[in-house]
């Protein structure tokens, strides 16, 4: 069976939780605590796994992946259907635009390292830090949401979730977490909420996760 180390509020290891269960597949979580214990990522024991000290890490018959969207493009090669990539080079390019927007232009300023750092080397309070975390992310949400005007169907693209909507979900969690504004994003929320009635990305949620809590 597959292994994913896996975090319940990581936004990376979230998106490839969705892919799986869009798959089919099924996946060993074997959970690892950003927090707890000074962060068990930065033990020994998981840098031999993932040198990084961040998670994902997929092991499938003892091959370590890493990075959630090489992991998903990895699943998508052995398990193509149903395509989480688009059926063109059209819908492949807007799909991974949309990707990326999330994966490199939102995520890298506002994940736990980053915070972390902003507060503990920096010296901001909660609240600058928290106006850090907003600014970017409710920019790049803009994005996103000017690019939907253009791609959106049902989903991100079209009328099928794709790499983009495994993105999309963990990024409004956090949003929401963080109390983000959304309202200027009404197909942002709307993609949301149909890919949140599904069976797949309703079992992939932080709350469902075996370390939630």
């Known amino acids: 069976m597959l292994q994913l180390h896996s975090y319940f509020r990581s936004s990376a290891a979230y998106r490839v939780r969705i892919a799986l269960g869009l798959k089919g597949l099924e996946a060993q979580i074997l959970p690892v605590h950003l927090v707890k214990n000074g962060g068990e990522q930065r ?65 890298p300023l506002n994940n736990l390292r980053v915070l972390n750092y902003l507060q503990d080397e920096m010296g901001l309070d909660e609240e600058q830090k928290m106006r850090w975390y907003r600014h970017w992310t409710e920019t790049g949400l803009a994005t996103v949401e000017a690019r939907l005007a253009h791609t959106a169907g049902q989903f991100c693209v079209g009328d099928s979730p794709s790499l983009a909507d495994c993105c999309l979900v963990p990024q409004v969690f956090n949003a929401q977490r963080f109390a983000c504004k959304l309202d200027p994003y009404p197909t942002v929320v709307a993609v949301h909420a149909r890919c949140s009635a599904l069976t797949a990305f309703q079992q992939a949620a932080p709350e469902m996760q075996p370390d939630a809590g």
Do not use: F, K, M
């Open 43 to 107: 033990s020994a024991a998981y840098r031999a796994i993932n040198p990084a000290g961040l998670v994902p890490a997929l092991v499938d018959d003892g091959h370590v992946l890493t990075q959630s969207l090489a992991i998903i493009e990895y699943l998508e090669e052995l398990h193509p259907q149903p395509p989480l990539l688009g059926r063109s080079p059209l819908e492949r390019a807007h799909i991974r635009a949309l990707a990326l927007d999330i994966a490199c232009e939102i995520h």
